[in-house]
């Protein structure tokens, strides 16, 4: 068996791994888009590294794009296999794959406007939405620890892991000439307690492990930490400074949560007097995706709904789906928490208000989750950087910037390390350390070996390993 690693490789997304059986069959793990730069990234995605006719199936970790948008792009060159998930993140796909296209559209759109100025090439996006409609229909959903047989030789299990509504630990047993081989891949893990899922489940033992590493060099602030400052936030933006509160975050998932803790708060009559708004289209449909599975909600949140029925709603929450409403944000002058996608700030409406307040200096703009280094969210950070390019025009950084990361959707160090401990390390033949920028990889390895596991790999990008 071969296992090759084509994204997620060294870097934080773009999530693809190859696996080739010695009957010749082909799993690819995960079919992610790499993010983070804007159009930069166009040939890493177009060059997936394999004929997409050549794939039997894709396993899907979850529905987060740097996971799964590149499904419509193998669609539209022809794979016809089947992509195995939980019937949460078909769901969760059916509407994230449709919102990729139409930004690859606004994003190519502009960039060709300004390619045709120059007399350069223009390009193409990778895909429209109607090669993210047909590929759902290749979907196969299989529940949590539900055995599922692939083939007479490829068993799957599906094991929560707590990141976000519908993902899963990928457990596969294939039978090989040389014996039974058991592999686990992590997607991404989640934290030990979560804002509004289950929390990460335990999963069989395996002979192969490959791991996310995003936070694999630091640890988080506590929960309740996180909500104080939160609510800190919001007081010294919302009611001293009387301006705005600009929050990117991930349409689904981040999202949800930044909304629970505000319904949470708003319910106890620590929430000031103040308009929230949900800016993004994806987050409305996702979030009525959620409220469908409330099997997948920890248990504060199902005592919680016991006497709030909407714990995505309260009185003065507005979600937002028209663009003319979505603009008219940008003139209203009154106090407002503005939560828009997307996380990194790379595109759709979080950037246009971004752009719009950047050089207020009564705004916040509060940074709630990883951005990858070369992204305008990462930038914004940067205290070395007084001038933020958005749009092709310069902008003075006005606007205060925080960040807290006790919202992020991804366990630090010690909490994937007390997470993988649920296998028997000296069964563990060899670990291989994906999902993460080199430091944080290099750290992690470093925490694992300490912990016991050996046989650390940290692969390059189509490294190949024979298993």
């Known amino acids: 068996m071969r296992l090759q690693f084509l994204g997620a490789a060294r870097e934080v997304t773009g999530s693809k791994h190859l696996i080739t059986t ?55 060159l022809g794979f016809r296999g089947r992509v195995i998930a939980t019937p949460a993140t078909r769901d969760l796909c059916s509407i ?12 190519v759109r ?9 007399h350069k090439p223009t390009i193409q996006p990778l895909y429209d939405a109607n ?15 539900n055995p599922f047989h692939i083939t007479d030789d490829i068993e799957l299990t599906f094991t929560n892991s707590g990141h976000m509504l519908g993902s899963a630990i990928v457990n596969l047993t294939i039978k090989e000439k040389d014996g039974l081989k058991r592999i686990a891949f992590t997607g991404d893990i989640g934290r030990p307690k979560s804002y509004i899922l289950r929390s990460p489940q335990p999963f069989p033992q395996c002979d192969y492990l490959i791991t996310e590493s995003t ?34 975050s991930f349409s689904v998932g981040r999202t949800q949560e930044i909304v629970y803790v505000l319904n949470q708060l708003y319910n106890e009559h620590k929430l000031p007097p103040i308009h929230v708004y949900v800016d993004s289209p994806l987050s409305v449909n996702a979030t009525n995706i959620f409220k469908l599975y409330t099997d997948s909600m920890n ?24 663009i003319k409403e979505s603009k008219a944000l940008n003139s209203d002058k009154q106090p407002a928490i503005i939560i828009s996608a997307s996380g990194m700030l790379e595109a759709g409406r979080v950037k246009h208000h971004v752009a719009n307040h950047i050089d207020d200096p009564s705004t916040t703009i509060l940074i709630v989750g990883y951005c990858t280094p070369t992204s305008l969210g990462a930038r914004l950070q940067d205290p070395k950087i007084k001038y933020i390019s958005i749009f092709g025009f310069d902008h003075k950084k006005r606007a205060e910037i925080y960040k807290i990361e006790g919202f992020s959707g991804h366990g630090d160090y010690k909490e994937m390390i007390q997470y993988l401990k649920c296998q028997n390390v000296e069964q563990i033949r060899n670990v291989f350390v994906v999902h993460g920028e080199q430091h944080a990889q290099e750290a992690f390895k470093d925490h694992l070996y300490e912990a016991g596991f050996r046989g650390i790999k940290i692969p390059e990008k189509g490294e190949e390993y024979i298993l």
């Open 110 to 118: 502009w960039y060709n406007k300004k390619m045709h100025k120059q």
């Open 299 to 322: 248990d504060e949140v199902k005592e919680t709904m016991l006497h709030d029925k909407d714990p995505f709603g309260f009185n003065s929450l507005t979600y937002i789906s028209d």
């Open 22 to 76: 010695d009957k010749g069959k082909r799993l690819l793990l995960d079919c992610g888009m790499y993010q983070g730069k804007g159009l930069e990234t166009d040939a890493q995605n177009r060059d997936l590294g394999f004929d997409p006719q050549s794939i039997d199936y894709i396993i899907l970790s979850h529905a987060h794009i740097d996971h799964s948008g590149l499904i419509p792009y193998m669609y539209k």
């Open 131 to 145: 090669h993210a409609e047909r590929c759902i229909r290749l979907f196969v959903c299989v529940d949590y620890d």
């Open 215 to 248: 936070y694999g060099d630091r640890i988080h602030e506590d929960k309740l930490v996180s909500e104080q400052q939160l609510l800190e936030v919001v007081e010294h933006t919302c009611v001293h400074k009387k301006g705005k509160l600009i929050i990117p």
């Open 96 to 107: 994230m794959l449709k919102d990729t296209a139409f930004i690859q559209q606004q994003d």
